[in-house]
Structure formats: C-alpha cells, structure tokens
C-alpha cells in the first residue's frame, strides 16, 4: 500500500552490521521531526546488509509507529550495491541518501521539503555539514574549503551542469549530503545498470548522480547551512584497504576514475575536479602527516606515488606534489627532526633583506595604554613568497622601540597566518596596546625572518601618547576628553543641553579609568576598548536573540556587555563582577608593581588576587571599581541588577537560573577554570557564551591541553593563570557538565611547528 | 487514504508519547557533569610528615589548588608522580593535557614535566627536580608521548 502511494521524499538509509545504535541515532533525529504534516509525504527507506546486531528489531519496532520501509539483504552485497538498493526502495520523487551512521539537525527535514517543493526542476542539492567526533558530542576542525562550493557561505543553484560538478562534484561523494530526483536518477541508471559499480564500487551514487546531472540539465543547488552532523572515524579506511595512505590512493582514483568516464579525459571541468583531488588527497600537510607518521615505512612512500595515477595530468601535480611525494620517509623525518633540535640555523637558505613591503596606518595619537588596531598589509617583493614554516618562516614583529613595562621591552611577535606570495598581498589586523608612559614614543612594525636573516623590512612610526582622563589624580582635562557623540551639535553650550553635557563629561572623567567605550547618549566613556573593538567582539561572539530571555554577565566591569544585552530586549540582565569592582586598576597596579619590587630575588610572586586584597585601595563595599558601571547605569535609566559576587568562591545559587550565561574574558584569570565552569553551568539553563585567551599548538593542531602560567605570565599580566587550546576549552566545558559545545568566530592560527601562537577563542555551550 | 490515516495517528501517537516521556523524565536537574576526585590532603595535618608522595594529582579537580595544599603542608620534600604527556618541540611551555571524561571514569589531567614545575613553582617551591622525565626525544613523527613523571620538590 505505501509503495504505491507517490511521496515526496524518501530517506534513503543503507546501513550494515554494526551500525545500530549510530542507526538508531540517525533514525530518532528524522522521525522527531516528522508530525502530521509530513504523512504521505516523507518516508524512511532501510536497507540492512545482512547484519546480524538487532538492527532487524530496531528498524521493524520504529515501522510501528512511523513511515518506515525496511528491506534485509539475505547476505552482504557490498556497500555500494547497498546504496543503490535503498535508493529502490521507497517510492518518493525525491531521494535524500543518507548515511547510516550520520544525523541531521532539527528542522533539516523541513528545510529540504522547502527546497524541492520550491525548485522541483532540479536534479538534485548538496547540504553543507558539519564535523563532529565519532561520539557526536562535539564539531571538530572543518574540512578543507576545496570540498565545498567557491562560495560556500551562499545559498545558489548551479544551472550549468558542469559547473555544478566542478563546484559540488566532491560533495557529491558524500552520503547525507545529498537528495536526487527519482526520474532523473532512474533515467541516469538505465543507460548502462551495471556501469556505477563496476566503475566505482565505493561511489556508485556519485556517477549516476554526474550521469543525471549532464543529461538532465535542471540545475543543482547548494544550501549552506550545516543541516548534517557528519560523524567522523567511520569504517571507510578499513573498507577502502585497511589504512588512511591506501584509501587516500584508492578513493581519489576511484572517483577520477569515473568523473573521466563522464567528462572525457582533457575536459576543463575534469582539471577542476582533478584539482580539487589534489588539494585534499596530496595536500603538504597530508603527505607530511603520512611520511612522518609513526607507522611510515618505505612501503608508505611506495604506496603514496599511486596518486599520481589519476593526478599526472595536472601540471600543478609535477611542479607542487611531486617534490614532496618524491621525498624518502626518513629523508623527511631527518629534516624535521634537524629543524627541532636546531636552535638556530647557522645558514639561511632563503634569506632576503629587501623581500618585503609592509603598509600600516598609525594614528599619530594615542591615550596611555589604548589598544590600537593596526591594519597592516604584507607583500612579498621579489620572486620569493615569505613563508609560515620551514625553512625560514617569517614572524611580524610590533615593538614599542624604547620602552619599558616590568623591565621588559614591549613587543609582539606574530606567526603569518598564511604564505604570502609575490602579487597576493596578505591584510592582517594587529592589535597593540599604547604605553603607561606618556610622551612621545617609536612604533616599529617589522617582517623578521627566523634563523639568521634579521629584519626584512620595517615601518617606523611616531606616536604621541597621551595619559587617561584622571587616571592619576591629575587634571583629566589635560588627557584626552570622552568622546562627544559626533551625530550632536555641539554648539558650545547654549542652554541646557550643553551644560548637561558638560557635567556628564565631568562626571565620565572622574569615573575614569574606563575599560569599556559605552555611547551614554551624550558623550561616549573613553573606554580602552573602543567602540570599534566592541563592536567587532560583540559581532564574534554570535549572541542568539536575547528577547524575553535572561541574561547573566560575569566579569561585567564597566557593563557594555549588560546594557546591550538590555538594549537587545532581554527580560532580565544581572551584572556580576567582583574584582574589578573591588579596586581601581591604578591602585592594583601600583600595589603589584610594590610587591614586585620588594620580592627577594628567587622567589616567586604571590598570587594577585592577594595583592589585590591586601592592596590599599581594596574596598569590596565602597566599589571604587564600580562608579563607571554606575554611572552608565544611572545614565542610561537601565534596569540592569548588578550583583557583587565572586565566581571563584562566592554562593551564587541566589542568582536563581539564566537563560543565557556571558562568560567573557574571565576563564583565564581563575586559577580553577573547571570548577569556575561547573559553577557556569550550575547557573545556566539553556546556552553559556564563554571567550578566554588561549593558545594555538604548532604542529599539534587538535591538541586538548591548557598552558598553565604559573611563573610565565602571558602579557606581563599577573592574574593570568591559563591559556586552553580551542580543543582544550571545549573538554572543559564538556567535564563541566555540558551537553555540546560549538566554536564560534574566528579559526585559530595554524603556527609552524614547534611554535605557539596566542589567539582568542569563543565557545557556545549548551546544558 | 488508509495509510495517511494510520501514519497521521502513529505521528500523533508518538508525540504524545514524546511528550508524556518528558513529563515523567527526571529533568535536567538530575543531570550530573564527569565526577571529580577533590583531594584534601587534610588528613596530612595529623601525620605532618616530612615526606609527601602525590600520586593522584592527575585525578583532581582543581591541581592548581591541590598543589598549593600541597605546599602549605611539605616541610621537607614533595614527591609528585602523575602520568604525564610531552609533546615534541613544546617541552617548555607549561602544557597540561584535558581530559574530559564521562560518567565512568573522572575528569583527568595529563600534564607535561614543564607543566608539573609551573604549578610547583608557582605554588611556592623554590627547587623543583624531575627525577623521572620524558623518554629520549622519538626520532619519528611528533605525537605526543606518554609516560610516567617523577618530580621532586623542596619549599
């Protein structure tokens, strides 16, 4: 009865033996989204091969309560003829193959409804997806960009056949990703039945899929939205040859070999493909991770040259991939462990005074310890490109010539985040705080290369520092003034206006210093972060819609982060801050800068937060460190409730529960990150926006470890106690108690090895 | 007909299945992160011992805090041996690997020897020996290496 009845979609799901519970997880996340109005028009389609492991069971107890059609192979007839199976199964004009050991997200179901009722000419779409572990709890480092479209972020239909298998040819490989019409994929398989299988046992789908695409010509979309959860460390190296080397060989001949069935050999559209291939299966880092391996031998070098069996009409293969895949194991593995036993190199070989050009704006004027962002562009002048890595990897170098904070010269030294080659120019933001002192001062902006060859270029810049309004008692009119809202007219006060004016501006200096730029209507507070840097921040940290929610913020200091919660119509905000609040910076620092002084030589500094307590301007309930949070309050009529309580160690279960917890720059100044976590979670209910300092590991991009600053304290900043890796925060959000854990905003740099680079990381955590 | 008829209740079936279940369910209160072990090492007081020996430092839930304990309750020589991760090229950089464990085994920490002798220094410890360290450097590859660390440490 139901095999009669036209339906609209038909999820197709080959599994085999061993896949139950992945089945039965991929199984709950469809059939929780089907309700009445998905009757008749979504149906399941399991074809189980052969296996032995209750998957029998599982599927026909689910048929009971939803539109499931199961079918047993009575032994294994292989993966591939298992896909091709499922796709007869089931009767609906519309084939969405999926893997068996993948999931979707909620709402994925609706939104491929919405594409095929909306497009129904198409021959098919891919779906973007998402990464994660084999345990499914967490997303892990994206695929390469090349697997997906050019413009991956974009929701398009590729009208032109070829162009769509040159942009979404690999995704096409990938089970969940993607849905087919039923007629053109049956008109595509008529042609020859038995073609798929023979020629790519492992990707039978992905011919029929180039086959219909090239006869049908209706087009194929892309939908960016990662509405699949692909999980990772599936059974696929085991099948295509016991290991990663073989299947890298196997997998990409295998599909060459039928993209060249369909295109023809010199096609311009089978170059792209066959760049793609490169790309990911004879990338550097691939070929390196194999060679260097613990387990590579002389058959792993033997065995990696099969790629050049479907690469070697790609001249890009002979001048980029040969050179390295030529290269013997142990002639890689003596190289790289010179280049980390090596201190110093004693001969450059791709030294170059002159390579470089460097273009930066530098305001002429800055306020005593502002954080000034610098957009630098990099060229590489010449023939050479300046490298990230071996075997002269160039650093940028900004240092403040001639000054000193804790007796040490200021400076920073950052990895370049790619290669930069002759004629692409690489633009990169760098964040530089002024000095304390005021006066004139030397801004050196540099390209120095590692192991000998010194500086390649340098931008020298003057900068006049001036102090913060009253950080020292001082007449703060001297300093620079709040900023005056530029939309105002400010007309030197005629009436009222200019005279509220002026007494909030008075008001602003003598609650000064600031560390927020907050726009109070009138006049913005001169904050050390400015309002183009919290914009950005706010910006990265991807807040959900905050109406009707309530909001926490730890570590609110100054509120900027409170009052545009309230400004996006949260329904309760709670400023909590305890630190900040309880002393004036001038005052912690002067009394740290004391007890540095007086340490007995060998010993190690105490903790800061007793500096803080033992400091003379430590007052917990005058709130010295609270009057710039007060009076934006008092400014801007908020009804934001500020709360003066310690994450560390205070009872904070009369805080009550909160929808949305904003944990923002606070994780690595607590010496107990983990139970400052737990106590996150403890106060939220739904979602934690947590962003911290961290470290990027070169060479160990997936490590999940943390830097404990004990005696090494990252930018002379004593309260700094740790520094996770992206990895590592995510572990710690997941020991605390949460459920998922997603990285948001920027990727972390990619260091060369044996290097760190600092970054900042931003997590979204759920209970 | 018949079929959406019977498909349209089996939905409505198990929705409200679905929603009796969550009615019933514990709720999220009764959900309870990866346990911890929390060392006090306050029955140390009634010892005070000349030498401590702190095998479980890989198991607590705050080190930093434990070797601060530690510290306060040493008077001659703390003896720290924990599992310990190196990871090639990062000797020096204070590194303690997270593990997050789930509801059978506890949270764990791997650290390195530099990072056993940052949480000792900065807890107060002015000579900080590793007896026991990594193994000699690995000629292959650059995995991280696991291994049994020996520190010993004197205020």
């Known amino acids: 009865m139901l095999a009669c009845r036209p339906v609209l979609l038909s999820v197709c799901i080959p599994t085999h033996d061993g896949r139950r519970a992945e089945l039965a997880e991929a199984l709950e996340a469809i059939t929780s989204q089907l ?29 009971r309560a939803h539109p499931i059609v199961y079918h047993r192979h009575p032994q294994n007839i292989g993966p591939g003829e298992n896909v091709m199976a499922s796709a007869t199964l089931g009767s609906g ?54 697997i997906a479209p050019d413009q991956p972020g974009r929701r398009q239909i590729f009208a032109d056949s070829r162009e769509a298998l040159a942009q979404v040819g690999i995704m096409q490989t990938f089970l969940t990703s993607t849905i087919v019409r039923r007629d053109a994929w049956e008109q595509a398989l008529a042609r020859d039945p038995d073609l798929p299988i023979r020629l790519a046992p492992h990707f039978p789908q992905t011919y029929v899929i180039g086959r219909a695409l090239l006869d049908d010509g209706g087009g194929w979309g892309w939908e960016p939205r990662k509405l699949v959860l692909n999980r990772t460390g599936n059974e696929l190296f085991s099948e295509l040859g016991g290991s990663r080397v073989t299947a890298s060989v196997m997998m990409p001949t295998e599909l060459e070999r039928l993209w060249r069935t369909l295109l023809g050999p010199r096609d311009a559209t089978m170059q792209q493909l066959r760049e793609r291939l490169r790309l990911i299966w004879a990338a550097p880092g691939w070929l390196d991770m194999a060679k260097l391996g613990p387990a590579a031998s002389t058959v792993t070098d033997l065995q990696l040259l099969g790629i050049a069996g479907p690469l070697w009409r790609l001249p890009q293969f002979w001048t980029r991939t040969v050179p390295r895949l030529a290269m013997p194991h142990l002639v890689a593995h003596a190289a790289r462990s010179t280049r980390l036993r090596t201190i110093r190199m004693p001969r450059l070989p791709a030294g170059r005074a002159d390579a470089a050009r460097i273009t930066v704006d530098v305001p002429p004027t800055a306020e005593a310890g502002a954080f000034l962002r610098l957009p630098c562009t990099i060229e590489a002048v010449g023939r050479a490109a300046l490298r990230t890595a071996m075997p002269a990897p160039v650093y ?57 060859a010194g500086m390649l270029t340098e931008h020298v810049a003057a900068v006049h520092v001036i102090p913060q309004p009253g950080a020292d008692g001082s007449d703060s009119r001297g300093g620079a003034p709040p900023t005056e809202r530029p939309d105002r007219d400010d007309d030197g006060g005629a009436g009222g206006d200019g005279e509220r004016r002026g007494t909030l501006r008075d008001e602003v200096d003598r609650a000064g210093p600031w560390w927020h730029a907050i726009d109070l209507g009138e006049v913005v507070t001169p904050g050390t972060k400015t309002p183009a840097i919290l914009e950005a921040e706010l910006a990265g940290l991807r807040l959900p819609d905050l109406r009707g929610r309530t909001v926490l913020d ?18 309760r ?37 007793d500096v803080a307590r033992e400091a003379d301007g430590w007052d917990p309930v005058g709130l010295p460190g609270k009057a710039g949070f007060d009076l934006a309050h008092r400014t801007l009529g908020s009804a934001v409730e500020s709360a003066v309580l310690d994450i560390a160690n205070d009872d904070l279960a009369s805080l009550g529960r909160f929808d949305v917890v904003l944990f923002l720059g606070v994780l690595y100044h607590l010496r107990n990150p983990l139970g400052a976590l737990r106590r996150l979670h403890a106060l939220c209910d739904d979602l934690a926006v947590i962003e911290t300092e961290a470290i990027a590991i070169g060479g160990h991009p997936d490590a999940a470890a943390a830097q404990f600053m004990g005696t090494r304290k990252r930018n002379d900043d004593p309260t700094n106690w740790w520094a996770p890796t992206a990895a590592g925060l995510e572990r710690w959000c997941l020991a605390a108690g949460f459920s998922r854990v997603e990285r948001v905003g920027q990727r972390p740099p990619e260091p060369p090895a044996g290097k760190v680079s600092p970054c900042r990381v931003t997590v979204h955590a759920w209970r | 007909m018949a079929t959406a008829r019977r498909l349209r209740r089996a939905a409505l079936l198990t929705r409200l299945r679905t929603r009796a279940q ?37 198991r607590s839930a705050d080190p930093a805090t434990t070797v601060w304990r530690l510290r306060e309750r040493t008077r001659e020589l703390a003896i720290v041996v924990t599992p310990a991760t190196e990871w090639p090229a990062h000797e020096q950089r204070g590194l303690i690997e997270i593990l997050p464990g789930d509801a059978a085994s506890p949270v764990a920490w791997s650290p390195s020897a530099d990072g056993v002798r940052e949480l000792l220094l900065a807890a107060g410890f002015s000579d900080v020996r590793v007896v026991v360290g990594p193994p000699a450097y690995r000629p292959r590859g650059w995995r991280p290496v696991h291994y049994t660390l020996v520190v010993h440490a004197r205020p």
């Open chain 1, 554 to 571: 730890i570590g609110a200091w100054d509120g900027f982060y409170s009052f545009a919660a309230e400004r996006a119509g949260a329904s």
């Open chain 2, 22 to 58: 969550r009615r019933t369910s514990p709720g999220r209160e009764a959900e309870r992160p990866a346990p911890t072990v929390d060392l006090g090492l306050a029955g140390l007081d009634s010892t005070d011992p000349d030498v401590i020996v702190l095998r479980d430092l890989h």
């Open chain 1, 93 to 146: 004009r519309w084939l969405w193959l999926h893997s068996s050991d993948d999931t979707i997200v909620p709402g994925a179901v609706d939104a491929v409804l919405r594409w095929v009722e909306s497009a129904p000419t198409l021959v098919g779409l891919s779906l973007a997806r998402a990464r994660l572990e084999r345990g499914m709890r967490y997303e892990i480092e994206p695929e390469p960009s090349v």
């Open chain 1, 396 to 452: 940028l170098v900004v240092a403040w010539r001639g000054a000193r904070e804790n007796g040490r010269p200021i400076e920073q030294r950052r990895a370049l985040p790619r290669t930069v080659r002759p004629g692409d120019p690489l633009t990169l933001d760098v964040t530089v705080s002024a000095p304390w002192t005021p006066g004139e001062h030397v801004l050196t902006i540099g390209l120095e290369q590692e192991n000998g």
């Open chain 1, 35 to 63: 309700g009445p109005e998905h009757a008749g028009r979504v149906e399941i389609c399991v074809t189980d091969n052969a296996s032995a492991d209750g998957t029998e069971e599982l599927v026909t107890a689910l048929a």
């Open chain 1, 573 to 609: 905000v709670v400023a909590l801050d305890h630190l900040a609040w309880s002393i004036r910076v001038p005052d912690f620092v002067s009394a740290w800068s004391q007890v540095i002084e007086d340490l007995p030589p060998g010993r190690v500094p105490p903790d800061a937060l």
